[in-house]
């Protein structure tokens, strides 16, 4: 490891270590003192049936089914950590990774494969929970996140006390720290107060660049360059990461302004099924982050505290099996929609140009009709 870089594990919140025994830490054991038995097993459950959806997803691209897929094995206690500290009034800008956090969203996990199968469009889904669609440009939704979150203080849903306080969260990669966008979300939070949260999931590549070609320091130091409250997280920690996140909600949401947080992980696959991960990192690298397991650290915690009976491991692993074939039946049952939804929730209120738009190609596609009467 880097000592003083961007791979530094210097300085990060843990609750949990790599062999499962719980630490203390002075700040941030108030905000997991919420996490009973029953709390820990969700997230043990919840990180293990989204890492079988993960399979199972790889699998039907690998099949031909999906034209990409974008696997988050390892980063399983970031997103479900986080995805737990979430309230109902709080509002998630996801990257295309963020399985997790939108199965603790309640968002049905199939439906995320339509993009990927080429049937969704894009826009905005006023139905899903929270949580916005996958944007596959990297760093762009960062802009979109902090524009939610400063109208969301301007409509008063910040700052009150109440539980109708909301905030956003944004997450996004290491690489996408260095895009333009990302920097300039950051400016726009800092200097308008805005409630949004800023995740960065360290996963330590940006496709094949390691993080020490990104920067030479942690990049949670790049938050106080913004005057943006920052904090380090073991990204394995699935305690860890739900105690700091709530820390930074309960900030956002108070009216105290944006938070950044890097949950320092690793990517165990590949950065996408058209990745070949072998051509830049090492097996011992592999195998050291293999020992340091996310759902392994958890289920090591709650087996030493005998709290995860084996009807629990049962029951978990049917579910798996069972989201894996209603996954597989609802993909190769999907039929393309229509091509005029590309008009469809492109904003949340009616728009003149989209109107505008839909008119011209409906016009477009009847003169093809009306070629055919006259020929």
Known sequence: MDAHGPLSDEGLVRLLTHTGERVSHPEYDAYAADLDATALRRMWHDMTVVRGFDHEATSLQRQGELGLWVPSLGQEAAQIGSGHALRDSDYVFPSYREHGVAFTRGVDLPEILRIFRGLQHGAWDPSAHGFHLYTLVIGAHSLHATGYAMAMDRDGLVGTGQDTDGAVVCYFGDG????????????????????????????????????????????????????????????????????????????????????????????????????????????????????????????????????????????????????????????????????????????????????????????????????????
């Open 176 to 375: 996408a720290t260095s895009q333009g966008d990302v920097s300039e979300a950051m400016v726009f939070a800092a200097v308008h107060h805005a409630p949004v949260v800023f995740f960065v999931q360290n996963n330590q590549f940006a496709i094949s660049e390691p993080a020490t070609r990104q920067s030479r320091v942690p990049l949670a130091q790049r938050g106080a360059g913004f005057g943006i409250p920052s904090v380090r997280v073991d990204g394995n920690d699935a305690l860890a990461c739900y105690a700091v996140t709530q820390w930074a909600l309960r900030q956002a949401r108070s009216g105290a302004g944006p938070v950044l947080i890097e949950a320092f992980t690793y990517r165990m696959g590949a950065h996408t099924t058209s990745d070949d991960p072998t051509k830049y990192r090492t097996k011992a690298d592999e195998a050291y982050w293999a020992e340091r397991d996310p759902i392994a650290r958890l289920e090591a915690y709650l087996r030493s505290i005998g709290e995860l009976p084996d009807d629990a491991v049962d029951a978990a692993a049917a579910e798996v099996k069972d989201l894996g074939r209603r996954t597989r039946e609802a993909v190769k049952g999907w039929e393309a929609p229509p091509v005029g939804t590309m008009f469809e929730h492109v904003y949340a209120e009616p728009h003149a140009t989209v109107a505008a738009e839909r008119a011209w190609f409906e016009r477009y596609e009847r003169s093809f009709a009306d070629q055919e009467a006259h020929a």
